[in-house]
């Protein structure tokens, strides 16, 4: 046995009698020269050989960890929300969201936007500047209203990955998800109608049902196998229902993908009580499983699904380009558009055109898959060192968002204005992502952004701010 | 006296005498020349005092005219609706007119596009161009809610001209005027709710109403002083009206630009009755006047109007940048704004700005505004010249489009019908400007491009329709 051999089964050994434990970081490399009088570049081999064996991650900057598989924080229990149409409020909060996005000084963890300085998009900024130097007049001109046919049908060619066989006049193009979500919406409810949700949902769904006056009942929703289709089964009965809104792929915030079977059974759930399905499929392109998990809409015999997209994580939100598949509905689904913003800017849709179709697509979302899911498990192992040890985290199947869930009588909104005050941080509470006022125990952070040492600042800052507040709770309510 | 002076009075006695009448094509200069045994130079010198004398038009490949001011089409009767809430239907027929914009087999006479050839619009490709040369990953991500500040700026400074005093923090940038309307409609009115309009009014607007469930009562509007006051007071009176929305300067489908008195007097009304009046500014800035009309947003005293407007007729349709100013009514268009389409996309945006910020806006505009006018002057005068004399033509005081009503037993549809099916040729036809079916003896033409040979040809054709119909209605119709 050599000498970084020997090193290296010690350190194993350490790690499995719980010396060093899940995500907790190892001694330095210099340190452990030193304790063991072995040089650098063994100590350097030995943690390579534990790296091999999948026992440590090296994280950059930052040194090396015990991986924390095996004891990574539980998973929250399934949601328990309220079972009865509520209206939408909570715009305050959202629209504080929305503009902390932009704020340059605060260093916002609340909104879920994608990494934007990865090269493979370089290509992008390229086929802009070509339609700047084409000069072609019927650019600047209206469009037509279902989208420009060259992106129409790039869309349909991407969309065979998730099992739909489209062709391009299936798709309207939209501005953006939000506008997708939203003609979706108006296609298949009226002001005053129900709507069904998964519970926790994305805050910026329940503002567009609010926008049109839609109530929204919250459905139980299970971390790994989403809606619960007994729950929805029982409000169906019970609700004129006019359809279920999910977000089955990646979901935000909570990360899971919908099993096949699951997705079979909500088809025949929704065939039975002739509901629409709207399906959200804005990160199911970035399933970290391969090949991407087929959508709702492939299994959609009868046209009663609508799928939404984007390419908002993808490639770029600021392009403002999304998408409809709208099956039956697909007039109401023109009208909405043209009444909404008539019709989508072309050199945006032509410049993403042809950025799909010279191939840089794919390449692109392959680097930012894994990309994010690298970052969402250093995000996680760190969150593990920080924060206290009652939390429970999801385990996100894609995407870029984790949901934690700390002990019940904690306050997020309490810990968001606290950290705004203090520290100059915004996190996203999780009672934005409920109608009916739950989840204010709960946090939505987005792990985006490459993992610094910045970041484990801002994540000690966060997690010291947390124990701060259990603390006082501990002492003033005595359990 | 020279020769050519001798020719031109000659030919001014003619048409004073009304042997040439307004709007008839002279005789050609060959022609004169050898009718009087004098030079083509004695000819074109005589012609060219003539114009100077403003008694004829030269027309670039098509001769001289006599100038048709005096001899003009009667402008229309004030129109007069059904005048009690009605909902909106006929999207089939706006669909086909929007989906005619695109067909490269038609010629769409019927759709409001401005002319996009200019070497003045230029600039505005260069700017595209850099936005994507400069790389800058923050015009991927999201933009603030309200707009890119950049561009907020220099409409402020625009808005100078039209009498208000803003900043960028008035305004809140949409996806085209169509967002615009729609995110100020759904701020004042509720589902159910009835809001008023000029009848007949732009059918892009009565759509917009209809997706939102809102109805509509059309008002008396005159083709030189706007909507009837009086008749507005007595709907009022009568009706809960949550809002007015009005199109005050260069009036899509009428032309006319409301006097200043009679704005004054529409806001007093608006604050007696305590509604929201909205303000489709959108043509404002092609206004034939110089300086242009000043807006009811200036003279808005206590935040009431919602002023809409948009890039899309001066600079470029398809770049979708709009705006509006919502004075009290701010919170509720930013919520509306982020429900409809979330934010709008930065590049064009940037484009639009820089555009501006460089000095190319007022040259471009100014060009448009007379190339506009000469447009219509020698469209009018055609129609004059094709068309059957009954007709009545609209006199419009700004931007590119005529309404021509003719008499009433002719219908518009079947026109619209026969023309497409037999010329491929598309027209608007007046029932789509009314909820309740008025106008639909009426045809709206869009007169942005420039006069070619092919358009003659096209006016020529249409002309004859209208005449054969004519002649069809007598003969089946005694009067």
Same mark, same amino acid.
């Given at each position: 046995?050599?000498?970084?051999?020997?090193?290296?089964?010690? +350190?194993?050994?350490?790690?499995?009698?719980?010396?060093?434990?899940?995500?907790?970081?190892?001694?330095?490399?210099?340190?452990?020269?030193?304790?063991?009088?072995?040089?650098?570049?063994?100590?350097?081999?030995? @943690?390579?050989?534990?790296?091999?064996?999948?026992?440590?991650?090296?994280?950059?900057?930052?040194? @090396?960890?015990?991986?924390?598989?095996?004891?990574?924080?539980?998973?929250?229990?399934?949601?328990?929300?309220?079972?009865?149409?509520?209206?939408?409020?909570?715009? %305050?909060?959202?629209?504080?969201?929305? $503009?902390?996005?932009?704020?340059?000084?605060?260093?916002?963890?609340?909104?879920?936007?994608?990494?934007?300085?990865?090269?493979?998009?370089?290509?992008?900024?390229?086929?802009?500047?070509?339609?700047?130097?084409?000069?072609?007049?019927?650019?600047?001109?209206?469009?037509?209203?279902?989208?420009?046919?060259?992106?129409?049908?790039?869309?349909?060619?991407?969309?065979?990955?998730?099992?739909?066989?489209?062709?391009?006049?299936?798709?309207?193009?939209?501005?953006?998800?939000?506008?997708?979500?939203?003609?979706?919406?108006?296609?298949?409810?009226?002001?005053?109608?129900?709507?069904?949700?998964?519970?926790?949902?994305?805050? %910026?769904?329940?503002?567009?049902?609010?926008?049109?006056?839609?109530?929204?009942?919250?459905?139980?929703?299970?971390?790994?196998?989403?809606?619960? +289709?007994?729950?929805?089964?029982?409000?169906?009965?019970?609700?004129?229902?006019?359809?279920?809104?999910?977000?089955?792929?990646?979901?935000?915030?909570?990360?899971?993908?919908?099993?096949?079977?699951?997705?079979?059974?909500?088809?025949?759930?929704?065939?039975?009580?002739?509901? =629409?399905?709207?399906?959200?499929?804005? @990160?199911?392109?970035?399933?970290?499983?391969?090949?991407?998990?087929?959508?709702?809409?492939?299994?959609?015999?009868?046209?009663?699904?609508?799928?939404?997209?984007?390419?908002?994580?993808?490639? =770029?939100?600021?392009?403002?380009?999304?998408?409809?598949?709208?099956?039956?509905?697909?007039?109401?689904?023109?009208?909405?558009?043209?009444?909404?913003?008539?019709?989508? =800017?072309?050199?945006?849709?032509?410049?993403?055109?042809?950025?799909?179709?010279?191939?840089?697509?794919?390449?692109?979302?392959?680097?930012?898959?894994?990309?994010? $899911?690298?970052?969402?498990?250093?995000?996680?192992?760190?969150?593990?060192? @920080?924060?206290?040890?009652?939390?429970?985290?999801?385990?996100? $199947?894609?995407?870029?968002?984790?949901?934690?869930?700390?002990?019940?009588?904690?306050?997020?909104?309490?810990?968001?204005?606290?950290?705004?005050?203090?520290?100059?941080?915004?996190?996203?509470?999780?009672?934005?992502?409920?109608?009916? %006022?739950?989840?204010?125990?709960?946090?939505?952070?987005?792990?985006? $952004?490459?993992?610094?040492?910045?970041?484990?600042?801002?994540?000690?800052?966060? %997690?010291?701010?947390?124990?701060?507040?259990?603390?006082?709770?501990?002492?003033?309510?005595?359990?």
């Amino acid at each position: 046995m050599t000498r970084y051999q020997h090193l290296a089964t010690l +350190l194993a050994q350490r790690i499995e009698q719980g010396l060093y434990q899940g995500g907790e970081r190892l001694p330095s490399v210099r340190a452990l020269s030193q304790e063991h009088g072995v040089s650098i570049s063994t100590v350097q081999q030995a @943690y390579y050989l534990l790296e091999q064996q999948q026992l440590i991650v090296p994280y950059p900057r930052s040194g @090396y960890f015990v991986r924390t598989r095996k004891a990574s924080p539980p998973i929250p229990a399934m949601s328990r929300p309220v079972q009865r149409p509520v209206e939408v409020k909570k715009w %305050g909060a959202v629209l504080e969201l929305v $503009q902390a996005r932009q704020d340059p000084n605060l260093i916002s963890l609340g909104s879920s936007q994608p990494d934007l300085t990865q090269n493979t998009l370089k290509p992008l900024w390229k086929q802009l500047q070509r339609v700047g130097q084409r000069q072609d007049p019927s650019s600047f001109m209206y469009d037509q209203l279902a989208g420009t046919p060259l992106l129409r049908e790039q869309i349909a060619r991407l969309m065979v990955d998730s099992g739909c066989q489209l062709s391009a006049e299936d798709i309207v193009v939209t501005s953006g998800a939000t506008e997708a979500l939203a003609v979706a919406i108006r296609a298949v409810a009226n002001p005053g109608d129900i709507v069904a949700v998964e519970s926790p949902v994305f805050h %910026g769904i329940l503002q567009i049902l609010c926008g049109l006056d839609i109530k929204v009942i919250e459905i139980p929703t299970d971390f790994t196998n989403g809606i619960s +289709l007994e729950a929805l089964e029982l409000v169906l009965e019970q609700w004129p229902i006019k359809a279920v809104l999910v977000v089955p792929h990646c979901n935000n915030p909570l990360g899971f993908i919908m099993p096949p079977h699951r997705k079979r059974a909500l088809m025949t759930l929704a065939q039975r009580y002739d509901i =629409a399905i709207i399906e959200d499929d804005v @990160y199911g392109e970035l399933a970290y499983e391969y090949p991407r998990p087929t959508t709702l809409k492939s299994m959609d015999i009868d046209g009663r699904v609508l799928l939404c997209s984007s390419f908002s994580k993808t490639l =770029a939100p600021g392009l403002r380009v999304g998408w409809v598949v709208s099956g039956r509905y697909f007039d109401r689904v023109m009208h909405a558009k043209y009444t909404n913003t008539g019709t989508t =800017a072309i050199c945006t849709q032509l410049a993403i055109a042809e950025f799909i179709r010279q191939g840089y697509y794919q390449p692109h979302v392959r680097r930012m898959r894994s990309l994010y $899911q690298r970052n969402l498990e250093t995000f996680a192992c760190w969150l593990r060192y @920080y924060f206290p040890e009652e939390i429970c985290v999801s385990r996100p $199947q894609g995407g870029f968002v984790l949901w934690v869930e700390m002990p019940e009588y904690m306050d997020g909104v309490q810990l968001r204005e606290h950290l705004r005050a203090t520290a100059n941080i915004h996190i996203a509470e999780g009672s934005l992502f409920s109608a009916s %006022g739950k989840y204010r125990h709960c946090l939505r952070m987005s792990c985006s $952004q490459p993992w610094s040492n910045d970041m484990e600042k801002t994540i000690a800052t966060i %997690g010291a701010a947390i124990k701060g507040m259990l603390l006082t709770y501990q002492k003033n309510v005595p359990v």
